[in-house]
């Protein structure tokens, strides 16, 4: 298991913009990917990108969020556009899992709030 550390997260106006990065050591290695979840909700995968590149995207985001590598190996990010409220949730990164199901790592969490 590794510790994976979320930050980026915030108060933002509906159509606002925020940008989260997710430090997780060893992600050149493994499928990492955004999660969020919302309270009484079950988790639900975001966006997820793989060793090689290739990315992938919950239909609620597609074409406003995007996943990327950051400037060092082990640095996510996720570029959120044009959020909306349904966007309001704890986002998490997770490490080492598939599409379908998540890895066992985890970071705690970063709350992204969309309001005005």
């Known amino acids: 298991q590794v510790t994976l550390v979320e930050s980026g997260g915030g108060l933002v106006q509906p159509g606002g913009s925020l940008r989260l990065s997710c430090v997780a050591p060893?992600?050149?290695?493994?499928?990492t990917a955004w999660y969020r979840q919302i309270p009484g909700m079950q988790r639900e995968l975001v966006a997820a990108?793989?060793?090689?590149?290739?990315?992938n995207y919950a239909a609620a985001v597609k074409g406003r969020f995007t996943i990327s590598r950051g400037n060092t190996q082990s640095t996510v990010n996720l570029q959120m556009n044009n959020l909306t409220p349904d966007d309001t949730a704890v986002y998490y990164c997770?490490?080492?899992?598939?599409?379908?199901?998540?890895?066992?790592?985890w970071g705690p969490g970063t709350q992204v709030t969309v309001s005005s």
């Open positions: 060893g992600s050149m290695q493994f499928l």
């Open positions: 997770n490490l080492g899992g598939t599409l379908t199901k998540p890895g066992r790592s």
């Open positions: 990108i793989t060793p090689g590149g290739t990315t």
